[in-house]
T-cell receptor, first 120, second 116 residues
Framework: GAVVSQHPSWVICKSGTSVKIECRSLDFQATTMFWYRQFPKQSLMLMATSNEGSKATYEQGVEKDKFLINHASLTLSTLTVTSAHPEDSSFYIC??????FGTGGNSPLHFGNGTRLTVT | AQKVTQAQTEISVVEKEDVTLDCVYETRDTTYYLFWYKQPPSGELVFLIRRNSFDEQNEISGRYSWNFQKSTSSFNFTITASQVVDSAVYFCALSGRGSTLGRLYFGRGTQLTVWP
């Protein structure tokens, strides 16, 4: 079935560096993707809505200059954590909506497997 | 504003017991969607169910069942005859309709531990 591939699964980086996370829809086109963040033992919080060909829509409190989102094609959205700090260590997970079933309520929503980021 | 409350932080049961996970939601939308996801220790989200606000029929899928009560804004999840493999964090989530479908608001999750 339809799959959303997220890469890398885990990454360790040094403080001050930037990290790019990819979210790819493998067999469907996704004009809209969503990025979530999950701290240990906490809930998933929506960070932003990624829109193909236009700027992402960020949730309140999310720094757009810190978390750069690029949705350059119908199958790929990237999240770049810039100048990462230890407090950015978290589990990042993306989702994509398969609109081949229409824009109504039946369109499936698929999640990637997540990326565990550790900033040292 | 959209809000999902899962009051139970942790639940422990012994195998074969039935367990119900509570979910209460708040929304001003008249059309909305409710979801349940399972998150095992590996982290991925496993989709369990999606229900739209116009469909109040309860649903059963194997050992899983869901009770949607619009009058009390609740969407509870019951596992019958629990198994060790059911141990995971379970999230209830809410989404609006149309272009906002997919923007999920998650509850804080319930950690279910099933002991052998």
């Amino acid at each position: 079935g339809a799959v959303v591939s997220q890469h890398p699964s885990w990454v360790i980086c040094k403080s001050g560096t930037s990290v790019k996370i990819e979210c790819r829809s493998l067999d469907f086109q996704a004009t809209t993707m969503f990025w979530y963040r999950q701290f240990p033992k906490q809930s998933l919080m929506l960070m932003a809505t990624s829109n193909e060909g236009s700027k992402a829509t960020y949730e309140q409190g999310v720094e757009k200059d810190k978390f750069l989102i690029n949705h350059a094609s119908l199958t790929l959205s990237t999240l770049t954590v810039t100048s990462a700090h230890p407090e950015d260590s978290s589990f990042y997970i993306c989702s994509a909506r398969d609109l081949s079933f229409g824009t109504g309520g039946n369109s499936p929503l698929h999640f990637g497997n997540g990326t565990r980021l550790t900033v040292t | 504003a959209q809000k999902v409350t899962q009051a139970q932080t942790e639940i422990s049961v012994v195998e074969k017991e039935d367990v119900t996970l509570d979910c209460v939601y708040e929304t001003r939308d008249t059309t909305y969607y409710l979801f349940w996801y399972k998150q095992p220790p590996s982290g991925e989200l496993v989709f369990l169910i999606r229900r739209n606000s116009f469909d109040e029929q309860n649903e059963i899928s194997g050992r899983y069942s869901w009770n949607f009560q619009k009058s009390t804004s609740s969407f509870n999840f019951t596992i019958t005859a629990s198994q060790v493999v059911d141990s995971a964090v379970y999230f209830c989530a809410l989404s609006g309709r149309g272009s906002t479908l997919g923007r999920l608001y998650f509850g804080r999750g319930t950690q279910l531990t099933v002991w052998p």
